[in-house]
């Protein structure tokens, strides 16, 4: 079993790279009132995108983009989990 950190990412504008590499479960929510596309597949205000493995890391790159000509605010939060380190024992 790993243990691991929460962590979160926000992104408020177009990313074409979004990385998620070492990302444990990347799930990207919809927080904003505006739509989304993450790799073509259209995401709904209140809407989440898994983007990774139940309980791997995972590497790659999405291609995050915001419609044009909406009004409203672009919020996305990329919630996912970071490998904790322990620490040696003497």
């Known amino acids: 079993m790993l ?3 929460l962590a979160n990412k926000q992104i408020t504008s177009d990313d074409l790279q979004f990385s998620i590499d070492a990302m ?5 929510h919809n927080v ?3 739509n989304v596309l993450i ?3 259209l995401l709904q205000p209140k809407e989440a ?3 990774g493995f139940q309980g791997a890391k995972s590497y790659g790159r999405l291609s ?3 419609p044009e000509n909406q009004e409203g605010v672009n919020r996305l939060v990329c919630y996912y989990g970071v490998e904790r380190q322990e620490p040696e024992s003497c």
């Open 64 to 66: 995050i983009e915001f």
């Open 32 to 34: 904003g009132d505006t």
């Open 24 to 28: 444990i479960e990347p799930r990207i």
């Open 49 to 51: 995108f898994n983007a």
């Open 39 to 41: 790799n073509g597949v």
């Open 3 to 5: 243990n691991v950190n």
